[in-house]
T-cell receptor, first 112, second 116 residues
Framework: DAGVTQSPTHLIKTRGQQVTLRCSPK?????VSWYQQALGQGPQFIFQ???????QRGNFPDRFSGHQFPNYSSELNVNALLLGDSALYLC???????????FGQGTRLTVV | AQSVAQPEDQVNVAEGNPLTVKCTYS??????LFWYVQYPNRGLQFLLK????DNLVKGSYGFEAEFNKSQTSFHLKKPSALVSDSALYFC??????????????WGLGTSLAVNP
């Protein structure tokens, strides 16, 4: 079982550009959540996808959007990148509400 | 409002001594509680959870946590700390009575340093 996989592991982008991050959930998991973790901070919830629909959303602007595919994999898109978007972006998957979430290794995004 | 508090930014303990990392929570309904550990530049690894049943929960790597409903706490403990336990620890809660808003609420993390 490969667990949760994220790609790429590291990324450098310029202000104003757009970025797409990818996540494959753990086998058997159908719910995917995305988090932003700034240096020295806890994870901040961005949004959650289930059955290809955004089910919950945190306090992030519309520049942050996502998608879930029929195979449960997911993408996080960020438009018009700002320096403050530099962070570790974490994907987590789970099955149902009683289970724990499993996290990927994260994508380290640096905006210059 | 739902919230999680980890009152200590950092905990220092000598190797071989017991360790405690504190967590208190506030939810309106029944809580599902979790502890995760994060090593530098890595994702979060699940340690243990409380859903229902025994208040003392045992998890990975010798860690355990005690759910205390009256004190709304879920402190993480280990009888004998290892240097390799040094990492960032996060407590999280999910309010199972929150309808469509059952996202995980995270604490700010506690940095554990185990000294040889």
């Amino acid at each position: 079982d490969a667990g949760v996989t994220q790609s790429p592991t590291h990324l450098i982008k310029t202000r104003g550009q757009q970025v797409t991050l990818r996540c494959s959930p753990k086998s058997g998991h159908d719910t995917v959540s995305w988090y932003q973790q700034a240096l020295g901070q806890g994870p901040q919830f961005i949004f959650q996808y289930y059955e290809e629909e955004e089910r919950q959303r945190g306090n992030f602007p519309d520049r942050f959007s996502g998608h879930q595919f029929p195979n449960y994999s997911s993408e996080l898109n960020v438009n018009a990148l700002l320096l403050g978007d530099s962070a570790l972006y974490l994907c987590a998957s789970r099955m149902g509400g009683r289970t724990e979430a499993f996290f990927g290794q994260g994508t380290r995004l640096t905006v210059v | 409002a739902q919230s999680v508090a980890q009152p200590e930014d950092q905990v220092n303990v000598a190797e071989g001594n017991p360790l405690t990392v504190k967590c208190t929570y506030s939810v309106s309904g029944n809580p599902y509680l979790f502890w995760y550990v994060q090593y530098p530049n890595r994702g979060l690894q699940f340690l243990l959870k409380y859903i229902t049943g025994d208040n003392l929960v045992k998890g990975s790597y010798g860690f355990e946590a005690e759910f205390n409903k009256s004190q709304t706490s879920f402190h993480l403990k280990k009888p004998s700390a290892l240097v390799s336990d040094s990492a960032l620890y996060f407590c999280a809660v999910r309010d199972m009575n929150a309808g469509n808003n059952r996202k995980l609420i995270w604490g700010l993390g506690t940095s554990l340093a185990v000294n040889p």
